[in-house]
């Protein structure tokens, strides 16, 4: 039977990822109703190609599967293909990757799933090549396979769907039964959240899974940057003091930063190393890796006062501004591992690897480029198919005895070799960049920004966050429907294209980057903006019936199951970064944020107690809200800089900087702009006194004297005993 004519329509949608695929035979279809009411039509089952830009094996499968005529006539003939971008659909990526684990016990993109056309998965995978190799099956046997079993055995199939589609609802959608909540002697009932110790808990199970000997978390296998994991550990070790715990953190923070995940040229960080050493990466680099892992350096850099962390963090955020930055101030997705060689093919790390002829063109200094290829390890044999991915091999004292200089000149002969090697490198086949802009993750970048500009006494950097954060707010934020759009696309014709109704992690993300934004500046609007965004959370992903907040909104589209996002993955969980962000927001506003955080964190507290460590976010916030945050309360006009740069140079994660006016007059009118009827116990009576900024610090209801300076409070509240705090 002929199907029924139907093209390839992936030229008409703005993601770079599935225009990427426009031109392939197969007649692939975006994820909507169309392309669900065609499988409908035809009664076939559905294959669905989940992906993003800067996959590799994305690329390969591309090649070897989706430009092939002869798969192209199977997949058009017997089947409806679908292709999603992962970065643009987190939500369609988190239902059928959650099947493939629960059926593989692995998963990983390209995701490749056969589907009802109902969308209930009935066979799922991910990479598969066109022929068998490996054991692996072919991609041509697993469509006739499968195509043969949908006309044969299609009641089979079918159950089949019913089951899978059963346990992801069950994994990602059903809440347990929390039961009544405590009620107090008097007061309203109250959810029993869990408490304090959940981040000892979390740091103690990462020290057992600690590579002691190459830094970061397990022994074999590929390393992944675990920025919750490091957060954790940091938090442990302020708590108790023990050492362990930051020795641990800082080892893993060492070895990414001086291993082949870091670009030791241009800044930045790729996705992860597929080897234990930390030696080789996939090369491609997201944006969200570029938030979090600098967060963590950020915070290695507050407890240890090494250097060597704040280098990181700043040759991090150039890379962004350089690379992953629109001309309006938003911040890009991703950029390819793939670019092309001098040979015109494309080749994964092409940009980042080097030979010694290479360094020793680029470089005039035979001298230079002995100390450069010594230093980053660069060698005939290589490392990474024939060429060299930087790594630190050799250190700056052994160096300068080689050549009998100070460690001082060697390091400056070495940073004018990189310098010189970084322009030579921009000379080569750039890696394609995928352009859109995601609201969640620019909500990540801003957080950053505004934070290192805290941490490193930078204004630059809080400048930066700020024009995204105008930027996302000007293209996605919708000011009459108070609804976030996750996606914002520009191309070189001048069209633009939003759309896609944001996700739990795009509003709490970039809540949580505005409330940043608002502790560096103390400007009203950012605060302003994170409340709105703090309560279309409740009104769309708050389910007060079953205790939880989804990842979907309530009024968007109805999919096999509604997910929910707990645990830590790439990215920080976004139910555990909104409960952060509703604990903060509740200093702040008469909204009753904190009710919802409490129980969110209660309805959960059996699955955190039991697996900490893959929700280390959400186990943050119940010990937030267990030790309550340090307020900080600044009347003033503006925060003088000095008292910023105090609160930088310390180690205070549940810090949370809040600007009021100097009078009450001040206060009112910006109560009458929040629409709040009175202020909320941060602000009340707390105005300037003798016509000086003024500060309030406050931990656990207890609070410092008002003070002229920010440095004299925190150490007030320093010399407190614990038991009074």
Partial sequence: ??????????????????????????????????????????????????????????????????????????????????????????????????????????????????????????????????????????????????????????????????????????????????????????????????????????????????????????????????????????????????????????????????????????????????????????????????????????????LTGEERYATVVRETLTFLERELTHPDGGFYSTLDAESETEAGEREEGAFYTWTPAQVADALADETDADLFCRRYGVTEAGNFEGATVLTLCESLEDLADAVDEEPEAVDARLESARQTLFLERENRPRPPRDEKVLAGWNGLLIATFAEAGIVLDAPEYTERAVDALAFVREQCWDDETERLSRRYKDDESGETAVGIDGYLEDYAFLARGALTCYEATGDLAHLEFALDLARTIETEFWDETRGTLYFTPESGESLVTRPQELTDRSTPSAAGVAVEVLLALDHLATDDFESIAATVLETHANRLEANPLEHVTLCLAADRLATGALEVTVAADEVPPAWLTHLGERYLPDRLISRRPPTEAGLDAWLERLDLEKAPAIWADREARDGEPTAYVCRSFTCSPPVHDVEDALEWLASEPAENL
């Fill in 1 to 302: 039977m002929e199907p029924p004519t139907q093209r390839n329509r992936l030229a008409d949608e703005h993601s770079p990822y599935l225009r990427q695929h426009a031109d392939n035979p197969v007649n692939w279809q975006p994820w909507d109703e169309a392309a669900l009411e065609t499988a409908r039509e035809r009664d076939v089952p559905i294959f669905l190609s989940i992906g993003y830009s800067a996959c590799h094996w994305c690329h390969v499968m591309e090649e070897e599967s989706f430009d092939d005529e002869e798969v192209a006539a199977l997949l058009n003939e017997h089947f409806v293909p679908i292709k999603v971008d992962r970065e643009e659909r987190p939500d369609v990526d988190s239902i059928y990757m959650t099947v493939c684990q629960l059926v593989t016990g692995g998963g990983g993109w390209p995701l490749s799933a056969w589907l009802t056309p109902e969308g209930k998965p009935f066979y799922v995978g991910t990479y598969f090549p066109k022929r068998p190799m490996r054991g692996a099956p072919g991609f041509l046997d697993l469509l006739e396979n499968i195509r043969d079993s949908w006309e044969n055995d299609r009641e089979e199939m079918e159950n089949r769907a019913d089951q899978w589609t059963d346990a992801a609802r069950s994994q990602l959608e059903e809440t347990p039964d929390t039961g009544q909540p405590i009620r107090l002697e008097s007061g309203p009932a109250v959810p029993e959240p869990p408490g304090s110790d959940l981040v000892e808990s979390a740091a103690s199970y990462a020290l057992r899974g600690a590579d002691r000997e190459y830094g970061g978390f397990g022994s074999d296998g590929p390393k992944f940057p675990q920025p919750a994991r490091l957060d954790a550990l940091f938090r442990a070790f302020d708590r108790t003091g023990r050492e362990t715990y930051l020795e641990v953190a800082c080892e893993a923070l060492d070895a990414m930063a001086a291993g082949g995940l870091y670009d030791h040229v241009g800044g930045g960080f790729h996705r992860y190393c597929v080897d234990r050493s930390w030696t080789v990466p996939h090369f491609e680099k997201m944006a969200y890796d570029n938030a979090e892992i600098p967060r963590a350096f950020l915070a290695g850099y507050q």
